[in-house]
C-alpha cells in the first residue's frame, strides 16, 4: 500500500505564489510517476502537471509557464511551485502516483489540500 500526504495550500492573493509538497511512503517502485490534480468546486477533477522518476514532465495548457512540477526521488517527494495564481486555480489539489503493479496500473490519491486564490 501507498501513502500520500500532502501540505502547503492555503489562501493567497492573484499573482501570488504557494508550494505544494507530497511525501510518499509504503510499497514504492523504483519506476513510478507522480502528479497533481485539482477540483475546483462543481467541475470535474483535472491533471495539472506530472513527474516521471526519470524527470519528463507534463503540465496542463492552463498552467504552463506559471507551474513547475519538481521531485526528489531519494524522498520519494513530489513539489508544484505555482507562480502568478489566478483566482481560476482555486481548488482541492490532490497528490497522486502511479505505478505498475506486476501487469497492471496501480494509482494513488492524497486526501488534498486547499489552494484559494482571492482576486
Known amino acids: 500500500q501507498v501513502q500520500l500526504v500532502e501540505s502547503g495550500g492555503g489562501l493567497v492573493q492573484a499573482g501570488g505564489s504557494l508550494r505544494l509538497s507530497c511525501a510518499a511512503s509504503?510499497?514504492?517502485?523504483?519506476?513510478?510517476?507522480m502528479g497533481w490534480y485539482r477540483q475546483a468546486p462543481g467541475k470535474q477533477r483535472e491533471l495539472v502537471a506530472a513527474?516521471?522518476?526519470?524527470?519528463?514532465?507534463n503540465y496542463a495548457d492552463a498552467v504552463k509557464g506559471r507551474f513547475t512540477i519538481s521531485r526528489d526521488n531519494a524522498k520519494n517527494t513530489v513539489y508544484l511551485q505555482m507562480n502568478s495564481l489566478k483566482p481560476e486555480d482555486t481548488g482541492v489539489y490532490y497528490c497522486?502516483?502511479?505505478?505498475?503493479?506486476?501487469?497492471?496500473?496501480?494509482?494513488?490519491w492524497g486526501k488534498g489540500t486547499l489552494v484559494t486564490v482571492s482576486s
Open positions: 497522486n502516483l502511479k505505478q505498475i503493479v506486476v501487469v497492471r496500473t496501480a494509482e494513488y
Open positions: 509504503g510499497s514504492i517502485f523504483s519506476i513510478n510517476t
Open positions: 513527474i516521471t522518476t526519470g524527470g519528463s514532465t
